[in-house]
């Protein structure tokens, strides 16, 4: 891969949608808790999407920061649908969904202290280990501050790509709604990050809700609404930052609009890349400029 990509989340209420539209999508990104109990034939027909376009494998359920031992029953079912459908890559989220034998039922965000760094890179070894291919992580929404932190999300998550060596999957409607709740520069958190450490992004859309004290408002992620302009901005500013090709993925999870205003976020994607990619390349010498350099050299 040598250049930027956009691309989308597979949805079966979109399938036909997208498979008549492949010549304006680069890259698929397949939800793995939808796919791990699927029968060998629908593994075959996802085997099948996959050579007619890249595919990502998005992971929700294993649960890899939290403070328990990753479950090996869950890498398992894991490594067999990336064995079915051989996936470009495959990520998971930097969350725990249980504890104490306890399910969650949604992505929450641990301690961000060098104890849960060291249990996240113990976990990502193992996933390693079973699967034979490192997730990248990616960081998530939040709408309370994990208590017992000693480090910021920024720290954390760099503390966990440098000491399990995986690259990271950088939401950036995640980073945004974290940034409006948590009054926080988005830019300075981009800055704190390694970003040469991230390869896959991912964009998506959420809505306003009230705190149930009535004293204000929240940005919440919740997949089902158009990307916004803060968000293509965020996308630009790290195409402006980096150097390593970068993959766009359009989450959307509900509230399907029709394919072609899909695809208008997905254009939207891709002028903000360029946008990026112009702001970051040098400025190209004048006529002017050229002919005084040709001097200084003689």
Not at 275 to 293: C, E, F, S
Request: proline share 6%.
């Amino acid at each position: 891969m040598h250049t930027d990509r956009v691309g989308i989340g597979w949805r079966p209420e979109l399938a036909a949608d997208i498979l008549s539209s492949l010549d304006q999508i680069d890259v698929l990104e397949l939800v793995a808790s939808s796919s791990v109990q699927a029968s060998r034939r629908e593994r075959m027909a996802l085997r099948l999407i996959a050579r007619q376009a890249p595919v990502h494998i998005h992971g929700v359920d294993l649960g890899l920061a939290g403070s328990e031992e990753v479950s090996g029953r869950r890498l398992d079912a894991m490594a067999r649908l990336i064995h079915d459908v051989e996936p470009e890559a495959w990520s998971e989220h930097l969350s725990f969904v249980r504890a104490g034998g306890h399910e969650i039922g949604h992505l929450a965000a641990p301690p961000r202290s060098q104890a849960s760094v060291e249990n996240s890179a113990r976990n990502l070894r193992k996933a390693v280990d079973l699967i034979g291919a490192q997730p990248a992580m990616e960081n998530i929404a939040t709408l309370i501050q994990p208590p017992c932190s000693t480090l910021s999300e920024s720290a954390w998550m760099s503390h966990i790509a440098m000491t399990s060596g995986c690259d990271l999957l950088l939401d950036l409607h995640n980073l945004y709604a974290n940034s409006v709740n948590f009054n926080f520069d988005p830019l300075q958190f981009l800055g704190e990050l390694p970003l040469q450490r991230v390869r896959t992004i991912h964009i998506a859309g959420g809505r306003w809700i009230t705190s149930p004290e009535g004293h204000g408002q929240y940005l919440l992620d919740d997949h089902l609404h158009a990307v916004t302009g803060p968000v293509y901005e965020l996308l630009a500013e790290v195409a402006s930052r980096v150097e390593q090709p970068l993959t766009v993925i359009l989450e959307r999870d509900g509230r399907y609009p029709e394919m072609p205003l899909l695809l208008e976020e997905l254009e939207k994607a891709r002028q903000a890349l360029h946008t990026g990619r112009q702001r970051a390349a040098p400025t190209q010498p004048t006529n002017a400029d050229a002919m005084v350099l040709a001097c200084h050299r003689r």
